[in-house]
Each structure stands twice: as structure tokens, then as C-alpha cells.
């Protein structure tokens, strides 16, 4: 009897043990449901479009600059143009995103390195294009919110989420799981494109931009 | 015969009397504008874009005076503001409810443009170091000014639009390089009224 009992003990004691090394399943989502994957590019506009940003952009020093931004997107070329102008309308950059890379057709000091430009276009893929890949897990809660996560080429990680109801956000993070760049997306959508959009970027540089859009078009 | 020679000459006569009523020459222009003291208006900017299927709009106002001032403000979309006086260019955009001063100032090329604007306003278009002018007595008068090497390649040209009324610009068009225009169309054009000098002191 008390040989029976010191198993029960032991084997109640390796079930505890067994049971604290199932690894946890809750972080980990499944490919998703078919139907659920459009609302992973629920943020994004489908056709071709165009749109005009009021922008302020501050640097981490406090400085800050208010900006006019247009953009013109083709989405199933991923092509993008993008524009940046003064108050006064003078450009200060302009430069057009394909398949093949970045040509910049102007860039007026302090906007005119390659650093800059690729930086920029890097912002206004990540605010208007979806990453190219299918997600590789997505779900969709029972409150309607949608969790899409995709992973880069270059082993970095994009997570979509939120719902029209309650706004959206995008971490975009480095291969070390930093978050490097997150964007916030408030409604109403206009034409595909949201109301308003703040992009807060930590790595390398440290920098928000506030766009309000003022314009858009089909 | 007679009769149709005779509506000729009345209907040519008429023309011509027109032509010179409404027509400024080059020298009653710069009498007019010397007589410039301030100027106070509103405008209206249209920005025409390659990649824009419609204009970029955006209302301001400015006040000018003699002594080198000029106050230069956008109302909307941006709310910003150019102050010039004397050699001093200051720019402030309004943002979360306060004035904040201009980070990527661009004094040189905005010193550029002021000087530009403010020869305009008192009729000295032939004192511009950066364009060459040409005078249209049309109707309606226009100067275009051509810009000299290295502008160029950014601007291919300025149309300035003159008003009937003596001295008052009606519109410019700004060419540039690339096929991106703009126009302003200025109202409300007030000549020699008074208004407080810390309009350009201030934003």
C-alpha cells in the first residue's frame, strides 16, 4: 500500500514536470483561415491611387519640419512616386519607387543623400504597399481585430494589427526582434488610404512623422 | 464700297482705341509701381503636378512694403508663415497650436524667391539678377521673366500678369523644368493701405 502510494506520488510528480515542458500555445498562431487573409490587406489600397499628406516630421534632437507629401501607388506593380514639398510648394524631393529600385529624380539639401532616399521610400512602401510574401500566420480574434505576421527576406518581421473599429498598427522589427519602426493607422479610410497615420522609427535613426491626408484619389 | 471702307476704319480706329485704353507701356508701368508704398492681398496657389491629377490648392495672404518687408503666409492646407525685414528671413509653421520655427530654413533659395517677389511689387522687373525680362503690353500687360544659367534647370519660366489697375499684379505662372507648374492668383489687392509693421516681425 505505501509502495502503491509512493508511485502515485512519482507519477503525479512527472506528470507536473511533463506538463510544465508542453511549450506554450498561445504565441504561436496558425496559418490562419482562408477567408480571414483579405483583412491582412484591409489597410492598403487595392487600385491605383493618389494622395496628399500634411506632414510633420521631428527628428529626435526636437527639431521639427511640416511638410507636404504627395504619393502616387500602383500596388500590383509595387511602384510607388513620392513627393516632398515646402509650405510654398517647392519640391524637395521626388523620387519613384519599382521592382527594380529607387530612382530619385530631385533632392534638394538636406534631402539629397542616398541614405535619406532609401529611408524614405522604405517608410512610404511600409505605410502604403503590404510586404510582398503571403503572411506566414494570421488570425482574425473574436472581437474582429486581425493579427497578420510576415517574415522578411532579410529575417526581419512584419505584424499587422487591429480592425477598422479600433485603428491599426504595424511593428516592423529587425532580425534581433527589435522593433525598429511602428506605425499607427487611424480611420475613416478615404478611398483605401486612412485619415491619419503616425510612423515613429527607433533603428538606426530616431524620428515621427504625423501625416494627416488632405487629398485622395481613386 | 464706300460704306464697308468706312466701317473699316471705324472698326480699326475702334480697336486701337481699345488696345491703348487697356494696354500699359513699359514706362507708365514703372511710373505707376513708383508710386508703391504697400500692398496687402490675398491669394490663391494652385500647384499643378506631374503625378497629381488634380491641382494642390492653398490659400494665404501678403503684406508688403517698400523698406525690404514682406510678410508671406499660407492659411491652408499648411499654415505657414515668410517674415522678411531688412536682410532677416525667418519661417514658422503652425503646428499643435503654437508657431514653431522652420527646421530646414532654406534661407538662400527663399532669400531668392522674396527678393524676387518684393522687385515685383514695385514694377522693377529689369533689376532682377537671376531673370531677364520681356514686356508683353498685351492686353492684359504681361513681363515674362527668364531665368539665367543654373536657375534654369529648375524654372523655365515666370509669367507676370499685370491688372488694368496701374501698379497691381493679377496672377503669376511659374513654369518649371519637368512639366510642374504654378499659378497664384492674387484678390483683394489692397495699394498703399496701412497696417501695423509687426506684421512682419511677428508670425
Keep these: 500500500m505505501i509502495r502503491k502510494k509512493g508511485l502515485d506520488i512519482c507519477l503525479l510528480g512527472f506528470l507536473i514536470l511533463s506538463i510544465g515542458c508542453v511549450p506554450k500555445s498561445g504565441t504561436t498562431l496558425s496559418p490562419g483561415l482562408p477567408e480571414d487573409l483579405p483583412g491582412c490587406y484591409a489597410i492598403f489600397p487595392t487600385g491605383p491611387w493618389e494622395s496628399v499628406h500634411r506632414i510633420e516630421a521631428t527628428l529626435r534632437g526636437g527639431g521639427s519640419s511640416s511638410l507636404l507629401g504627395v504619393t502616387k501607388g500602383e500596388p500590383l506593380e509595387r511602384r510607388l512616386e513620392s513627393l516632398l514639398l515646402t509650405p510654398e510648394g517647392f519640391i524637395l524631393f521626388d523620387a519613384e519607387r519599382r521592382e527594380s529600385g529607387i530612382a530619385v529624380r530631385k533632392a534638394m539639401a538636406p534631402f539629397d543623400s542616398p541614405a535619406f532616399a532609401r529611408g524614405l521610400m522604405e517608410d512610404v512602401t511600409l505605410l502604403f504597399l503590404p510586404p510582398q510574401a503571403k503572411p506566414t500566420t494570421w488570425r482574425k480574434e473574436t472581437d474582429g481585430t486581425m493579427i497578420c505576421n510576415w517574415e522578411g527576406p532579410d529575417d ?59 487629398q485622395a484619389f481613386p | 464700297m464706300k460704306k464697308f471702307l468706312f466701317l473699316c476704319v471705324l472698326v480699326a480706329t475702334a480697336l486701337l482705341w481699345a488696345a491703348a485704353v487697356l494696354s500699359q507701356d513699359w514706362t507708365s508701368l514703372k511710373e505707376a509701381s513708383r508710386n508703391i508704398q504697400s500692398v496687402k492681398a490675398e491669394f490663391l496657389q494652385k500647384r499643378y503636378l506631374q503625378i497629381l491629377t488634380k491641382p494642390l490648392l492653398s490659400e494665404g495672404r501678403l503684406f508688403f512694403h517698400v523698406s525690404d518687408s514682406l510678410r508671406w503666409e499660407y492659411l491652408s492646407p499648411l499654415r505657414s508663415v515668410m517674415l522678411q525685414k531688412g536682410s532677416t528671413i525667418q519661417v514658422y509653421n503652425y503646428s499643435e497650436g503654437v508657431w514653431k520655427p522652420e527646421m530646414t530654413q532654406a534661407i ?20 532682377s539678377k537671376s531673370f531677364k525680362h520681356l514686356y508683353s503690353p498685351g492686353p492684359p500687360a504681361r513681363v515674362i521673366m527668364v531665368p539665367g544659367e543654373g536657375i534654369n534647370r529648375f524654372i523655365h519660366q515666370i509669367e507676370i500678369v499685370l491688372s488694368v489697375r496701374p501698379g497691381v499684379i493679377d496672377r503669376v505662372e511659374i513654369e518649371e523644368s519637368g512639366g510642374s507648374r504654378t499659378s497664384i492668383e492674387f484678390r483683394n489687392v489692397e495699394i498703399n493701405s496701412s497696417f501695423s509693421p509687426e506684421v512682419f516681425e511677428k508670425p
Excluded at chain 1, 511602428?182 to 501625416?211: I, T
Design chain 2, 108 to 127: 538662400e533659395s527663399r532669400r531668392m524667391v522674396l527678393a524676387e517677389i518684393s522687385q515685383w511689387f514695385q514694377g522693377r522687373f529689369d533689376e
Design chain 1, 156 to 214: 526581419s518581421h512584419t505584424e499587422i494589427r487591429g480592425s477598422m473599429d479600433s485603428g491599426w498598427r504595424i511593428l516592423r522589427r529587425d532580425k534581433q526582434g527589435e522593433v525598429i519602426k511602428e506605425v499607427v493607422l487611424n480611420g475613416p479610410f478615404v478611398n483605401g488610404l486612412a485619415s491619419r497615420m503616425e510612423l515613429r522609427a527607433f533603428k538606426p535613426a530616431s524620428y515621427r512623422l504625423r501625416m494627416i491626408l488632405l
